[in-house]
């Protein structure tokens, strides 16, 4: 026996008459005639949907699977997207846990919505993989209709972190999304699930993240994302993969993330030039243009102190280091190139004068 029937009797048929019963899902995990039973059962005439290229079949993950191909689910999730436009007035979706989820369907309910409204909807996807192929079979099924977070940049800033000056930084944006599809890319650094003792932890070390947030926000690919733990710090406790209990406390990046969205709204216009030439030390500028006639100039350090011959496109031109770290300032010579530095594991944001 399962619990499959879904009466709602405090809504009372306001927002919805439907009531779910066992062929509106597919699986449950739940047999009530032994609870201690773990097992996934799928019920009859019911399939699961196709195999995740990187996983296999992942279509099921908790409680009772809602079965997409049944017209009154289709029906009744669509009518749902529609309520929360007109009664929330957002403006897009984020979708959790996209590889248990239908793809085909996911598509048809958000083109809907914005046939419906008229609206075009952002969508970002969750869709947890490292696996670039995955990543690649579901921007040619959902044909690029949503866009992801960058997975895979997530965990090349958690390795490069730990690994130090040993990773090769001018691999940072290998098999990333933003660095194959920067339409489809939305980047972070951390969120809820990657931070310590989280279901997919995999943590940025405090060091890097100053590096990662410029690397996300101060370039001209992608859609960043800041992570709410990072901007106003978090402590709380939980237990370890060991079931031991610990308390964590996760810093606050507020000031520096302040300075490099500022630097992001003033400066960040124009062609981008990249300097990713050495293993330990990477750059790039914001070449001058109209918005911005003096430019930009970043360098980050996973070794030793460093500098780096850059152009901004801006002759005889004073930069600071926006970040407080460097005092002395840089000047361009009559070609609008200078030597911008950066100390030993840090970066450097060097704004004009």
Known sequence: MAWTHFTFPGRKGKYSELQWHWWHFSATDRNMYNQEMEAVFLFDGKSFGE?????????????????????????????????????????????????????????????????????????????????????????????????????????????????????????????????????????????????????????????????????????????????AADYYGAHYSDKGKDGQDYEIWMDSYHELINGLLYARKTFCYGPQYEYLDDPSCIGWTRVSNERNPSGMAVLLSSGDNASKHMETGAPNTQYYDHTGQIQEEIWTNESGWGEFRCNAGSVSVWLPR
């Open 51 to 227: 195999d995740d290229l990187a996983e296999g079949s992942v279509d099921y993950l908790m409680g009772c699977n809602v079965d997409t191909k049944n017209p009154d689910v289709r029906h009744e999730l669509f009518y749902w997207g529609e309520w929360y436009l007109e009664t929330t007035g957002v403006n897009g979706f984020r979708f959790d846990a996209m590889k248990h989820l239908e793809f085909d369907f996911m598509l048809d309910w958000i083109r809907h919505l914005r046939e419906k409204y008229k609206q075009n909807l952002v969508v970002v996807s969750e869709y947890w993989t490292g696996h670039s192929e995955a990543i690649q079979h579901f921007i040619e099924v959902t044909k690029g209709d949503m866009m992801l977070f960058d997975v895979n940049l997530h965990f090349n800033f958690s390795k490069a972190s730990k690994e130090g000056s040993s990773f090769d930084l001018r691999t940072i944006f290998d098999t990333t999304l933003v660095k194959d599809h920067p339409d489809l890319a939305v980047t972070f650094v951390s969120n809820h699930d990657t931070q310590p003792l989280q279901e997919l932890e995999s943590v940025v070390e405090k060091w890097f993240k100053p590096l990662a947030y410029a690397l996300i926000l101060l370039r001209q690919s992608g859609y960043p994302c800041v992570f």
